[in-house]
């Protein structure tokens, strides 16, 4: 069966852009300008800090990794009381910005996706999301990580097309890790629900055929819980009750649709609304327009 983290991808299409080389030595400080994307970042040599507005210096270390979700300017330092300098013209020459040596070494690169989109992420990530070398996941990591280094250090026939899906690979091992870290309590929304191996499994089956006529009791029937424990795990976990999460779900999934082309009467049968009118009716309490003026949107949007 298809899992959560797969559909969700699936649906993001992230777009990775161009993965970078930072190498550096000696004192230095730069800054590197706040983008609408994912941001991510591994260290593979050396130390250094990690700076952004509203939160402490975070210390890096080789085999570190991290992850912007807000898509804030941070900065980069040898020693965070340093003033930082624009990063951005250490990459005019190409993919690897040089500043005095390679004592430190990272790579870092960035995902796109629609804001409506990306929000799948960022409502259920940290702003900042840190994972130290010895997290239980570092091994995937490393891998991942070390592959990325040879395609930089011998580049050939596709390294940025290798690059890319190797950027994919290093996200779903921080998405893991992260559902994965310890219990799994700390963290809301559906990531950290999948670190429940019992909500996990509903998640998973609401996913898969999302066009199901789902109850709250046959999703807890699921789960092997009691239709009142589930409920309260559910929304405790997840941060919604779950028929509103499904119905968010399948709301995505219209937006999708309807941005390629399909027909409103074609979506309605594919998430299993009883109806045309009972789809555009849900459709139009989410978003606060038809699927017809929606569809018509998109189709502007894209002559533009």
Not at 25 to 50: N, Q, Y
Not at 176 to 204: F, K, N, T, V
Not at 265 to 278: C, E, F, I, N
Request: overall charge neutral; charged content about 20%; proline content about 6%.
């Amino acid at each position: 069966m298809t899992d959560t983290l797969t559909c969700v991808f699936r649906l993001l299409d992230l777009q990775s852009a161009r993965t970078h080389r930072f190498e550096a030595a000696g004192d230095w400080s730069f800054r590197f300008p706040a983008r609408e994307a994912l941001k991510f970042a591994a260290v593979l040599r050396g130390a250094c800090w990690m700076l952004h507005d509203g939160a402490p210096p975070l210390r890096l270390s080789a085999g570190d990794v991290f992850l912007l979700t807000e898509s804030p300017a941070y900065v980069l330092a040898s020693d965070p009381a340093l003033p930082p300098e624009d990063g951005v013209p250490l990459f005019a020459g190409g993919s690897t910005g040089r500043y005095g040596g390679d004592e430190v070494v990272l790579i870092a690169g960035s995902f796109s996706a629609s804001a409506q989109h990306r929000a799948l992420l960022t409502g259920a990530l940290p702003r900042v999301l840190h994972l130290p070398a010895g997290t239980p996941a570092a091994p995937a990591l490393r891998r991942t990580l070390e592959t990325m280094a040879e395609e930089f250090d011998r580049p050939g026939l596709g390294t940025d097309l290798v690059l890319q899906h190797l950027a994919d690979l290093l996200l779903v091992h921080v998405l893991r890790a992260h559902a994965h870290e310890g219990d799994g309590a700390r963290r809301s929304g559906w990531i950290g629900a999948l670190a429940d191996q019992r909500l996990g499994a509903a998640l998973d089956a609401l996913h898969a055929a999302p066009e199901r006529p789902w109850t709250v009791a046959e999703m807890a029937r699921v789960a092997g819980m009691s239709r009142s424990s589930f409920a309260a795990a559910f929304r405790e976990r997840v941060g919604l009750a779950p028929m509103a999460y499904l119905n968010g779900w399948r709301m995505q999934l219209a937006d999708e649709l309807l941005r390629q082309g399909t027909g409103v009467g074609q979506v309605a049968t594919r998430l299993g609304y009883t109806s045309q009118s009972a789809f555009g009716a849900a459709f139009r309490r989410a978003r606060g327009i038809t699927p017809r003026a929606a569809a018509a949107a998109e189709l502007r949007s894209s002559r533009e």
